[in-house]
């Protein structure tokens, strides 16, 4: 049996066409032959697939429209002043939803794995962040910015550099002193992508261009702000992630902070935050980015050199 | 901006070109934005973007399927994954040298990815069969009665269309045997 004959047999077969007879005799050789068996999966698996409703059209449909689709990189890039939202006297409940975030947000932090790209002999665990509404402090570490000094996590293998002070781990991120631009990253700085529904700005007065390194710390002060187009979603959190320049440690996700942001509440129609940390980082040029927690698509990606002092 | 999220799932299922476009509109360039930052280029967006739709058409028939996140972060999440595929292959055969795939991935998505990646195989052949043949085979696998098929393709008798359908199938069947993927099929 072969050809023409085969093909309608099988098909017969397989659509419970045969006759109980001929179904039996057709059974019967079946599980003898191999390569028929193989055959007979072949046809079924092919009527299957190509019999989906409306998957041909779908797949041409597609075809089309990308055939003729001309990709913009920068639209969905807003220009702060064109933004219109709506007034905060609608968002009443509003308070009581960021209260709730900025809970979530904390329990998070406290409880949250640890990053899988730490060695946790060159990480240490303590992180801690000042509060959003404290008084950006002097330049020179206090005591008290000592204690709430960010330990960084490790991106890659580069050396870790020790504090002499305290001999506590001193986190090395960035090639040191190279400051050699990521393209990757280059292309979406000040790029204030409108998310499905947020869009950040952030202020340019508090915004690091340069940072000291001071005593082995850098103290990074980013100020911003939320904008939504009129609701934030009930589960939606956002991070602030830096990476450092190098051109791997973005492209395979590893940054070397990922923190939640606390959301103020809304003023001005949008959630004001601040992000005050004192950084053991080496010189170098660093990345941050301001992502929605369950979709890391950049809302905003910013940079800031780390320069020693007297640089 | 209000977007009934269903609505998209609904344009998917049903192939309909204006809703489709919408997506396209909406979502396009956010993913390329994506791609290209990740070292792709924009025609590496659109592959994705356009392979991410089917996909979605797949989980969306599943029985138990519902719409849990934003449409976007769904779509969002398979592109991510789709594009960490491609580069692992990328990588294995040589044309990037980096260090170790970090792309965290669902594994129900990567599971659509992988049986989506076999269904290609079929449509590949599909793709290659002519005008013709696509459209006789597919009014045969609509389950379509042959003397219908054979009004619709003007075919003078009965028999000729068998016979035209039987030469379109073994075409096509023929395709998907020298295609390299064929051995790794799960039949």
Redesign the interface.
Known sequence: MKGEHLYEKIEAYLSGDLSDADHKVFEGELAKDAALQKEVKLHRRLESELSKPNKKLLRDNLKIISARQTINLNEGEINPKNINIPKSSSFKWLPFLLIALAFLAGAYFLTRPKNNTVKPSQAPTQQELESPNQTPQEQTPTEDSKRNEIRLHQASNEKVEKNKENDQALIASADPADFISNPYLDNQIGNTVRGESYSVIMDKSATAGKVALINGVAQLRLKGSLKTDGKLEKDASFVLMIYTNKKEDYLEDRSILNVPINLQPLKNDAFPFQFNANLRITPGLYYYMVAEKNNDEPLHVGKFEVQSQGR | ?TINQDEHISA??????KG??RI?DLY???I???I????GN?ED??DI??DA??IV?EKA?GPNFTLS??F??FL??ICRNLWGNRLKKKRTSGVIN???????SEEDIQASIEAEEE?QV??DA?DRIGEDCQKL??LF???RRMDEISTIMGHGSVNYT??RK?KC??K??DW?RQDIRYTE?K?
Do not use: P
Request: charged letters at 25%; zero cysteines; a positive charge.
């Open positions: 901006m998917i299922l049903s192939g309909d070109m489709l476009q396209y396009l360039n956010r390329a934005r994506f290209t930052s990740k070292g924009s967006a659109k973007f356009q739709l089917i058409f028939q996140s934003q976007y972060t969002y999440g980096s260090d170790d795939e970090t792309y965290t269904n079929f449509w599909f085979m597919h696998f609509e389950k068998k016979k039987y199938k073994e096509l069947l998907i099929l039949l």
